[in-house]
């Protein structure tokens, strides 16, 4: 079964940092793209970051681009989402997800969302 687990949520002050992972299980991470996703209560869910495992480019959304970095370790079957100068509004589940299609980091770039592996998702909280 393939699946995906992350961790390292938690409540942080605003300016404060986390780093959250995700792990993988049945499957390697070199050949699939990861993202990020993030949902607040009453919003719809929406795209954080991407990372191609075609050429390892990286997108970011505009509200988290300067502030957070993903990564990937593949010996470790992990990914990771740093997140540095938190803000209160970066309150929310954040997912990890995965594909198996190389272009599937492209079209979350374009609105496109077909990422088939999902995390359970860990909560950020962060207090003004």
């Known amino acids: 079964e393939l699946q995906l687990v992350e961790s390292g949520g938690g409540l942080v002050p605003a300016g404060g940092s986390l780093r959250l992972s995700c792990a993988a299980s049945?499957?390697?991470?070199?050949?699939?793209?990861v993202a990020w996703f993030r949902q607040a209560p009453g919003k719809e869910r929406e795209a954080v970051s991407c990372?191609?495992?075609?050429?390892?480019?990286?997108y970011y959304a505009d509200f988290v681009k300067g502030r957070f970095t993903i990564s990937s370790d593949p010996d470790k079957r992990t990914a990771y989402l740093q997140m540095n100068s938190l803000k209160p509004e970066d309150t929310a589940e954040y997912f990890c997800?995965?594909?198996?299609?190389?272009?599937?980091?492209?079209?979350?770039?374009?609105?496109?969302?077909?990422?088939?592996?999902w995390g359970q998702g860990t909560q950020v909280t962060v207090s003004s």
């Open positions: 049945g499957f390697e991470f070199d050949g699939y793209d």
């Open positions: 990372r191609s495992s075609g050429d390892g480019s990286t």
């Open positions: 997800a995965a594909d198996g299609d190389v272009t599937a980091c492209l079209g979350i770039q374009y609105g496109i969302n077909k990422m088939a592996i």
